[in-house]
Each structure stands twice: as structure tokens, then as C-alpha cells.
């Protein structure tokens, strides 16, 4: 089959929406998650998520809104006890993951024949995604957005300098909360493209990449989502060409993509070490 009769069919257009959608989010919001050192409090967002994925199996209603209701609860508790007990944050984080996680588990024991759905957000099946969640993916987007732009002052400052933002008034927890629902979204948005199991991957490994050759927050949101984009793009050609899983395919191309930079960053730095020594 051509590529241009690869891309005619309704499956392959879907996927690459859904693949630009998923981008505009993790671009953005993967990029706060580093610029924040949120990524384990994110990770275990992810893995809680888990607990909603049981929950909707369990009642038999849409995975995708009530995943997105659960892990958005999840987060603001997550985010609420932290905010309380800073110095135990670390362990908060793990007794929701785990907590998240054993939930899952059991409501889908106790769900009769839940079949072979599970695995798609478990590992993630982009080529399945169908309207009424290019639907969802959009709206989740335009609210990502339309936030982010109307508070980036306030968010930029919490980002820099917390104690800086909360001398000027600026409510540093509340936005700190509302950037946790955020990444629960962004999370549930990211089920049915790379599955739960490797959700961290796009989060992070863009806005690793983007931060090197950018020098504005919003720079990096740009730059990361492009970056998501591309690893989407190409693991899914590389998903079709040798027959195997697209989100595993996406999160091994971010993975060899990362590797390689971090490779040749690491050689040129030797080599530049090398070369101030000889001379």
C-alpha cells in the first residue's frame, strides 16, 4: 500500500489528529512538569490513573471521562497533602500510586469479561482512536490553552521563583493545583496513544530535548510539542512498517532519539575536554 493510500484511510487520519492533539498537550504541559521538578509527582498521577481506568470497566461507563474525573480528583488530593505535609511528599506520592494502581486491579477482577479493551490503555492503540475522543482530545486542548494563556505571567513566575510569585499575591497554590489537574488530563489524553505504561515518556523526554535550544518557557512549549509530534509521526511509521505496537514503536523512538542527543552530547563534551587539556 502507497502512502497515499495509507494515508486515505479513516484509521490513519484519526491517529495523526490524535497524534497533534496529544502533541499540543505534552508540548505544553510536559514542559511545566520539567521546568517544575513535577516529574515524579506526574508519574504517580499516571500510575493513580490506573484506579479510574478499574472504576469505569467496573460501572461499564466511558473510560476516557471518567479516567479524566478520577485522576483530576486524585490530583487535587495529591496535590492538597503535599501542599500540608511538604516533607513527606515522596511517600505521598507513593501510597496514592500504589493505592491507584491496587484499586484498578481489583475493580477489574470484579468486572465480568472486560476483554481485550484494557490493553489499549495499558499500551496505548492510536490507530483505534475514534471521533467522539478526537472530540475529547480537542476540548481537553482548547481548555489547556485557554488557561495556560490567560495565567502564563503567573504560571512563569511559580515556575522561577515560587517565593518570588507568592510576595506579589499571586496564588501559587491554587495554580499550582490547577497545573496538577492539567497533567491529570494531559495524562488521560495519553491512555489510548502510548498506554499508561509509558505515559511518562512523552511528558518528559520532549521537554528534555526542547530545553536545550530554547531560552523562554514558551519557546520550550513549542519546541517540546513539535518534538512529540515528530516522535509520533515516526514511531507510527515505524509501528506500520515492521508490524509492531504503535505505543511501545512511539516510546522507542523518543527513547533512541534521546539517547542519541544525550550520546552526542556527552561526546562533545569529552572531545571539548579533551581539547582545552592538549592545548
Known amino acids: 500500500m502507497s502512502i497515499l493510500q495509507l494515508l486515505g484511510e479513516?484509521?490513519?487520519?484519526?491517529?495523526?489528529?490524535?497524534?497533534?492533539?496529544?502533541?499540543?498537550?505534552?508540548?505544553?504541559?510536559?514542559?511545566?512538569?520539567v521546568v517544575n521538578r513535577l516529574v515524579f509527582m506526574a508519574g504517580g498521577i499516571a500510575h493513580t490513573a490506573y484506579g479510574g481506568v478499574g472504576l469505569a470497566f467496573y460501572t461499564g461507563l466511558p473510560v476516557l471521562p471518567i479516567t479524566g474525573g478520577f485522576t483530576a480528583l486524585a490530583a487535587l488530593l495529591l496535590g492538597g497533602l503535599s501542599r500540608r505535609r511538604r516533607e513527606r511528599t515522596d511517600t505521598l506520592i507513593g501510597v496514592l500510586w500504589a493505592a491507584g494502581m491496587a484499586m484498578g486491579v481489583i475493580l477489574i477482577d470484579l468486572s465480568p469479561g472486560y476483554g481485550a479493551d484494557l490493553m489499549s490503555y495499558l499500551f496505548g492503540s492510536i490507530l483505534t482512536v475514534s471521533t467522539p475522543v478526537l472530540w475529547l482530545m480537542a476540548i481537553v486542548d482548547g481548555l489547556i490553552l485557554a488557561l495556560l494563556t490567560y495565567y502564563f505571567r503567573d504560571i512563569l513566575s511559580l515556575s522561577f521563583d515560587p517565593d518570588f510569585a507568592r510576595s506579589r499575591g499571586i496564588p501559587v497554590d491554587g495554580l499550582t493545583l490547577m497545573l496538577l489537574v492539567l497533567v491529570a488530563e494531559t495524562v488521560v489524553m495519553l491512555l489510548q496513544v502510548v498506554g499508561?505504561?509509558?505515559?511518562?515518556?512523552?511528558?518528559?523526554?520532549?521537554?528534555?530535548?526542547?530545553?536545550r535550544h530554547t531560552r523562554s518557557l514558551a519557546g520550550m512549549m513549542v519546541a517540546s510539542s513539535l518534538w512529540s509530534l515528530l516522535f509520533c509521526v515516526s514511531?507510527?511509521?515505524?509501528?506500520?512498517?515492521?508490524n509492531l505496537s504503535s505505543g511501545a514503536s512511539i516510546v522507542a523512538t523518543a527513547c533512541a532519539i534521546y539517547l542519541l542527543f544525550a550520546g552526542i552530547q556527552n561526546a562533545w563534551r569529552w572531545f571539548t575536554h579533551v581539547a582545552e587539556r592538549s592545548a
Do not use: K, N, R
Not at 11 to 30: E, R
Not at 196 to 211: F, G, N, Q, R, W
Not at 235 to 242: C, E, I, N, P, S
Open 10 to 33: 479513516s484509521f490513519v487520519q484519526h491517529a495523526l489528529l490524535a497524534a497533534l492533539l496529544v502533541s499540543i498537550a505534552c508540548g505544553a504541559i510536559g514542559a511545566l512538569v
Open 235 to 242: 514511531g507510527l511509521w515505524l509501528a506500520y512498517q515492521t
Open 196 to 211: 499508561l505504561i509509558m505515559v511518562m515518556a512523552l511528558l518528559t523526554i520532549p521537554p528534555y530535548l526542547a530545553e
